[in-house]
Every structure is written in structure tokens, then in C-alpha cells.
């Protein structure tokens, strides 16, 4: 039997939730709740549309032109975002995970992200995947098989879609108090701004409609609850919904629009909000650059590093 394009598939049920999974990229591929979509799905037997649904790690987002300084030594990544010419998303988008674990609702992937030019740590990443009545809870752990200490951030990369209705007439929940801002053509970090400096973009503090705003910018200053958790939501006109939420280990969220040059004329234009909680910054690993901090982590010899979120129906 050929293995489909995404690699193999595993199923998740537990209630009205149904969660697929493809093990390359360790890759939400699609995550229903009552028969409707929480995130943009696609096709087992295709190669995955970008990163959709993915794990992202050792870094989520970018490293600026593929170069940073870490202990001292200067490293080349290669450049997985020609048209912008930076180091995007990591290494684990495109390794095929196995089983390690499995039960009732419950699924563990490993993969193992070996030393290479530009990288040259040795990591052990495991994706737990977790569906029950609150949602589906997903974990990464990352241990350091190196005899040096490692620099890592994480973060998913689901789209989310609140219901049947156009994204710009979703409703928008954004607790955060500050926008990264970079630079429009190749979003290059440039410095932290209140969500004020541009509200109509930036400022969803209070539930507001979407509308023909385009954003693909990190945002921080999270809003939490008693229980230190940050949640972002996205309602249909509908009454239907979705929500990613997570605890204190993810200090950042990406949000995208999910523009595509070419407008409506391209398949996925729009068709759902990304929205990717991260340990790290943008370019965190070029951290001494910023006058903020980014959440680079770094992971001693033998020691692990975990990051938690939960997708769920509203």
C-alpha cells in the first residue's frame, strides 16, 4: 500500500471532535467539531500546502537572512524563504514523525532534527497530540541529545476558520497590548509598538469584525486570565467559532491573514486566520539585536523544553 503524500495518517476521536494527523511535520491536518472544520484541512494524499497544520521547531517564524551568532560562533541557515531571503519556520516541517505512543484520544510523534550546517545540535522533538471534551491540546517536547547548549523556540501553524462566512466578516478577539513591527517587504523585525499605532490593523483588545484588514505581525503583552492562559478567538456571524489557547510558555502569537500574492485568484487566499502561539520571537535568535525580550530558550546538554496550546470549538 503507497503511503500518502503527507505521509501516514492517524485518527483522533473523542466526542464531537475528530482530529487527523499526518506524520510529516507531525501535521494537524484537519480538526473537526461537530462535523465542521476548526482549521483549514487538506487532502492526506497531497503535499502539505505550505506549512499548514504544522509543528514548527527548532524556531518558529523567521531568522533574518538565515544568520545569527549563538556561543560566540556565527551560523548560516538555509534560506527556506527565498522570495524574502530568510532562514522560515524551522526544521521539523518536512521530517517524517513516527509513533512513539498511543491510546484512546491520545497520540505521541517523534522525529529527530539532526546536526547540520547552520545548526549543528542534535534535538529529540515529541508531539503530543490530546483530544477530549475541551478540545484538542497539543504539546511539543524538545530534549537536547548534544553535549552543547541548544537554542529552540516553538509553535504550531493552524488556520483557523470560525465558520462558512468570508474571513472578513469574522469577529476578531486579540488580547495583546503590543505589535511587532517590521518591514513590509520582507518583515524584518523593527521594533515593539503599542497596538494603538495603527488600531484598525492591530487593536482586537475587544472583539471586532475583521474586515479587509491584512496582518501577518507577532504580537505580545498578552491579556491573561487567574490562570495565566491567553486565548484568541474567531466568530462566524453564524454563532460558530474557534479558540487557540495557552499558558505562560508561549509569550508571542503570529496572526496572518493568510494574503497570498494574486489576491482571490490563488487557492487559500484568505480561507483561514493563522494563529501560532511561539516561545520566541521572530528572529529570536538573533536576540542581542533587540531592545526587548525575544523568549529565545536554550536547552542544556541532556535537558528538555516544553511548550502546551489547546484548539477548541466555540
Given at each position: 500500500?503507497?503511503t500518502?503524500?503527507?505521509?501516514?495518517?492517524?485518527?483522533?476521536?473523542?466526542?464531537?471532535y475528530?482530529?487527523?494527523?499526518?506524520?510529516?511535520?507531525?501535521s494537524?491536518?484537519r480538526?473537526?467539531?461537530?462535523g465542521r472544520?476548526?482549521?483549514?484541512?487538506?487532502?492526506?494524499?497531497?503535499?502539505?500546502?505550505?506549512?499548514?497544520?504544522v509543528?514548527?521547531?527548532?524556531?518558529?517564524?523567521?531568522?533574518?537572512?538565515?544568520?545569527y551568532?549563538f556561543?560566540?560562533?556565527e551560523?548560516?541557515a538555509?534560506l527556506?524563504?527565498?522570495?524574502?531571503?530568510?532562514?522560515?519556520?524551522?526544521l521539523?516541517a518536512?521530517?517524517d514523525?513516527?509513533?512513539?505512543?498511543?491510546?484512546?484520544g491520545?497520540?505521541?510523534?517523534?522525529?529527530?532534527i539532526?546536526?547540520?550546517?547552520?545548526?549543528?545540535?542534535?534535538?529529540?522533538?515529541?508531539?503530543?497530540f490530546?483530544?477530549?471534551?475541551?478540545?484538542l491540546r497539543?504539546?511539543?517536547?524538545a530534549?537536547n541529545l548534544?553535549?552543547?547548549?541548544?537554542?529552540f523556540?516553538?509553535?504550531?501553524?493552524?488556520?483557523?476558520?470560525?465558520?462558512?462566512?468570508?474571513?472578513?466578516?469574522?469577529?476578531?478577539?486579540?488580547?495583546?497590548?503590543?505589535?511587532?513591527?517590521?518591514?513590509?517587504?520582507?518583515l524584518?523585525?523593527?521594533?515593539?509598538?503599542?497596538?494603538?499605532?495603527?488600531?484598525?490593523?492591530?487593536?482586537?483588545?475587544s472583539?471586532r469584525?475583521?474586515g479587509?484588514?491584512?496582518?501577518?505581525?507577532?504580537?505580545?503583552g498578552?491579556?491573561r486570565?487567574?490562570?495565566?492562559?491567553?486565548?484568541?478567538?474567531?466568530?462566524?456571524?453564524?454563532g460558530?467559532?474557534?479558540?487557540?489557547?495557552w499558558?505562560?510558555?508561549?509569550p508571542?502569537?503570529?496572526?496572518?491573514?493568510?494574503?497570498?500574492?494574486?489576491?482571490a485568484?490563488?487557492?487559500?487566499?484568505?480561507?483561514?486566520?493563522?494563529?501560532e502561539?511561539?516561545?520566541c520571537?521572530?528572529?529570536?535568535?538573533?536576540?542581542?539585536?533587540?531592545?526587548?525580550d525575544?523568549?529565545l530558550?536554550?536547552i542544556?546538554?541532556?535537558?528538555?523544553?516544553?511548550?502546551?496550546?489547546?484548539?477548541?470549538?466555540?
Open positions: 500500500m503507497t500518502p503524500l503527507s505521509g501516514t495518517q492517524y485518527l483522533l476521536a473523542s466526542g464531537d475528530e482530529a487527523h494527523i499526518a506524520s510529516v511535520g507531525a494537524l491536518r480538526l473537526t467539531y461537530a472544520d476548526l482549521v483549514v484541512p487538506f487532502d492526506a494524499d497531497e503535499v502539505r500546502p505550505a506549512y499548514r497544520g509543528i514548527l521547531a527548532p524556531w518558529p517564524n523567521r531568522i533574518v537572512d538565515g544568520r551568532t556561543a560566540g560562533v551560523r548560516q538555509a527556506t524563504e527565498p522570495e524574502r531571503g530568510h532562514a522560515l519556520h524551522g521539523a518536512w521530517l514523525f513516527t509513533a512513539v505512543d498511543s491510546a484512546s491520545r497520540l505521541t510523534l517523534g522525529a529527530t539532526e546536526p547540520q550546517q547552520g545548526y549543528p545540535w542534535r534535538l529529540r522533538v515529541e508531539v503530543t490530546a483530544l477530549g471534551a475541551d478540545g497539543q504539546s511539543v517536547r530534549r548534544s553535549p552543547q547548549v541548544a537554542p523556540g516553538t509553535g504550531p501553524h493552524p488556520y483557523l476558520v470560525a465558520g462558512p462566512a468570508p474571513l472578513d466578516d469574522w469577529t476578531l478577539t486579540l488580547p495583546a497590548d503590543r505589535v511587532l513591527e517590521v518591514t513590509p517587504d520582507r524584518a523585525p523593527l521594533g515593539l509598538r503599542p497596538v494603538e499605532i495603527d488600531p484598525d490593523r492591530f487593536d482586537f483588545r472583539p469584525r475583521l479587509g484588514v491584512e496582518i501577518d505581525h507577532a504580537f505580545t498578552l491579556r486570565d487567574a490562570d495565566g492562559m491567553a486565548a484568541v478567538r474567531v466568530v462566524d456571524p453564524a460558530t467559532g474557534v479558540e487557540v489557547s499558558d505562560r510558555g508561549c508571542w502569537v503570529q496572526v496572518h491573514t493568510a494574503d497570498l500574492p494574486g489576491g485568484s490563488q487557492p487559500g487566499h484568505r480561507a483561514g486566520l493563522a494563529v502561539p511561539m516561545t520571537a521572530p528572529d529570536a535568535f538573533n536576540a542581542d539585536r533587540y531592545d526587548y525575544t523568549g530558550a536554550r542544556e546538554p541532556g535537558q528538555t523544553f516544553t511548550a502546551t496550546w489547546r484548539i477548541a470549538g466555540l
